[in-house]
């Protein structure tokens, strides 16, 4: 099973600040995800990145994957209160046909205080 | 549309009871299905996942196990629970495919906090 790491592991800021978000991996991913979790519930999908390169933005999220397809960042501008959760990367494996599985990073805690 | 149902959504069992948490889903057929396990505010660790009746591949040796009895229905047992087991167990299915091309997105239910006692 391939290894993801995310970076850094909690994060505090103050409402209006800017921040990044890392996940990195020793191996190739076929593609990406990054999902947001908010507590005591199951996460939600964000975004899905597939090119090597591919920049996405999701109003003032932008999401970018390596060249490399082994990483990935999250960048927040202008961060508010509502972007508080836990942000987490998922890489896809394939294994043929329909069969992948997802494996998750161990997550970016993220507090904005008003 | 398509949903997910998992419970129960909290649970309370005593060290060496037996376990069944259930997750079936509607509005779509042969999905792939997943049993995560997340400590608190943390990553997902996958446990099992499915991709047809009858096929289950295990993550993780352990004391879990998991069944596909029909398309959409997944379960997870334990014949006896240990103090690690508890954790928030998270059931997600995804399509595979969708409109010809490959839809990896899982789609969550709203988890179990298991604690053993």
């Known amino acids: 099973t391939q290894l993801l790491e995310q970076s850094p592991q909690f994060l505090s800021i103050q409402e209006g600040e800017n921040l990044t978000v890392y996940c990195n991996s020793s191996?190739?991913?076929?593609?990406l995800q990054w999902y947001r979790q908010e507590p005591g519930e199951g996460p939600v999908l964000l975004v899905t990145v597939v090119t090597g390169g591919e920049v996405k933005k999701l109003k003032r999220l932008t999401f970018q994957f390596g060249d490399a397809r082994k990483d990935s960042s999250l960048h927040i501008t202008a961060a508010q209160p509502g972007d508080t959760g836990l942000y987490l990367c998922a890489g896809v494996e394939e294994s043929g046909g329909s069969n992948y599985k997802l494996t998750f990073g161990k997550g970016t805690l993220l507090t904005v205080n008003p | 549309s398509q949903t997910i149902h998992q419970w129960p959504a909290t649970l309370v069992q005593p060290v060496g009871s037996p376990l069944s948490l259930e997750c079936t889903v509607e509005g779509t057929s042969n999905p792939n299905l997943y049993w995560y396990r997340q400590a608190a505010g943390r990553g997902l660790q996958l446990l099992f996942y499915s991709v047809g009746i009858g096929q289950i591949s295990s993550e993780v040796p352990q004391n879990l196990s998991a069944s596909r009895p029909q398309d959409r229905q997944f379960i997870l047992s334990s014949k006896k629970l240990l103090l690690s087991d508890s954790g928030f167990y998270l059931c997600a299915w995804s399509v595979g495919w969708s409109g010809g091309a490959k839809n990896t997105e899982a789609f969550f239910g709203q988890g179990t906090r298991l604690t053993v006692v």
């Open positions: 191996s190739v991913f076929s593609s």
